[in-house]
């Protein structure tokens, strides 16, 4: 508290609740500096109509603010007010946000620590569900002096709030909650801090550049902005260890309709990019699969295969997938030891032809290579045993979209797949057509995008539109 001379209640009323697109209409502060109380409030002229639902709620009219001066005439004065104290509002990011872009309008930069006492309210009484002003004004008997829903009113009823605080919590408790709500994310130095409040907090994917450009780390959340935040904040363990953070010079981000699109774009920004921090990350993946190749006899025999051989995509009788060569075979090896399938017929041992393997002579192989059990019965053994590691073949005749629903930013978006490789995701039919388009004759598979696509489509979470193979037939 020490470090703010001032304190300094305000509400904003607005046009509109989108601080990019909407103004503000009225200022109301209570500053509080010491003993001393001072009450400032003013109509703000707009510039544009006030919507009639907005002038019915807060009682501004389109008559009262047309004589009021306009932002550019307060500014000045206002920010005077602001200085050195801390901005504490009722859902503090709104009237802040608000403020930040009405001056930013002027090319002024604001700065201040800001407390929400919303967040405040719901620290200090944690067992309570709702902290709305109507709801704290009740709870706490406030007195309303003047019409609720003006900013002066409304800046007074927090300043009332506080002084409750004061008086009923134990000031232990009190400063611990502020030092709490006020403790700031290290922004990264190099990293233009403005730009953290403008990242949504969407469901999307995020991307850190360093100095030169060099794509440091790519990640995903639902909430962008809650997680981008959380890697400032030292909650990542991953960003202390790497000392990433003071690396970070620029950050991108991309909103998604939901939680698919966001895990599919980061897989395949991963796959593309080969983010710095990524790659340390996961192992490089020699990434392969056993595939069940036919023999003339009927039966057929595992050949280890890579992604650069086999199209994982299309191609059936897969198992798998082992990030390198060693593990496939261990692998192999442990189930035929588990199942006592014979290491010479899989060829993880070379074998003369109808002689007893070495894993028969110490029983653990049932002596399909030596007459005592059939091939046929070895073969249909094996394929059991295998069951479990089985790939899932692409369930369609060609390439889909994969409907999802919008959460918060995007409202829709058609993610396009074929042969379980991600294509890119479009918000109209039309860039639905050019990504297939574009897209190679045979995209390269990837494992994550596999594993994500497998269990979107198992959890039956999106809706899946098959697509004909060519825009042509769509328009027929
Ligand atoms: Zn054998």
Redesign the pocket.
């Known amino acids: 508290m020490a470090k703010h001379e001032k304190l300094i209640f305000i509400d904003l009323e607005t046009t509109g609740a989108n601080p990019i697109v909407d103004r503000i209409t009225e200022i109301g502060i209570v500053e509080v500096q010491g003993d001393q109380v001072t009450r400032w409030s003013t109509l703000v002229n707009p510039e544009v109509p006030i919507p009639p639902f907005i002038q019915n709620l807060t009682g501004i009219s389109n008559a009262m603010v047309a004589s009021a001066p306009v932002f550019a005439e307060l500014a000045e004065d206002l920010l005077e007010r602001l200085r050195g104290g801390l901005f504490i509002a009722h859902n503090a990011r709104f009237d802040y946000g608000f403020l930040r872009n009405a001056f930013k309008a002027m090319g002024v930069s604001l700065r201040a620590d800001v407390l929400c006492t919303v967040k405040l309210s719901r620290k200090l009484f944690p067992e309570e569900a709702k902290h709305n002003l109507d709801i704290l004004v009740q709870r706490h008997a406030l007195k309303v002096e003047g019409d609720r829903h003006r900013a002066l009113a409304d800046a007074d009823l927090l300043w009332q709030l506080w002084s409750k605080f004061r008086r009923d919590i134990a000031p232990e408790t009190f400063e611990q909650a502020l030092a709490q709500l006020l403790q700031r994310p290290s922004t990264p130095s190099h990293l233009d801090a403005d730009v953290l409040d403008e990242i949504p907090d969407t469901p999307g994917v995020y991307l850190f550049y360093g100095e030169n450009n060099a794509l440091l780390y790519v990640g995903k959340s639902v909430h962008l902005r809650q997680r981008v935040l959380s890697h400032f904040n030292g909650d990542h363990r991953l960003f202390q260890d790497m000392r990433m953070s003071q690396q970070i010079h620029r950050l991108e981000w991309r909103e998604t309709a939901g939680e698919l699109g966001a895990l599919l774009l980061e897989a395949q920004l991963i796959k593309d990019r080969q983010p710095i921090h990524n790659r340390a990350l996961r192992r490089q993946r020699d990434l392969c699969a056993w595939q069940l190749r036919a023999q003339e006899d009927g039966t057929s025999q595992p050949v280890l295969v890579n992604a650069a051989e086999v199209d994982f995509g299309s191609a059936e009788g897969l198992y798998g997938l082992f990030s390198s060569r060693k593990k496939a075979e261990n692998s192999l090896r442990e189930i035929a030891d588990t199942h006592e399938l ?4 899989l060829g993880l041992e070379k ?1 003369q032809p109808g002689k ?2 070495f ?2 002579q110490l029983r653990r ?1 049932r ?4 007459g005592k059990e059939s091939k046929l019965l070895h073969q249909a053994r094996l394929e059991a045993a295998l069951a479990g590691l089985k790939l899932a073949t692409w369930p369609y005749p060609g390439a889909v979209a994969l409907i999802e629903k919008g959460a918060g930013g995007k409202t829709e978006e058609a993610h396009v797949v074929h042969n379980w490789c991600y294509l890119g995701s479009a918000c109209a039919e039309s860039d639905v057509w050019s990504l297939l388009e574009r897209s190679p004759a045979r995209p390269a598979f990837d494992v994550d995008t596999y594993k994500i696509l497998v269990r979107a489509l198992a959890k039956k979470q999106v809706k899946v539109r098959p697509l004909p193979s060519r825009p042509e037939q769509a328009a027929a």
Do not use: F, I
């Open positions: 014979c290491h010479a017929l074998g007893p393997c894993g028969h192989c002596g399909a290579c030596c």
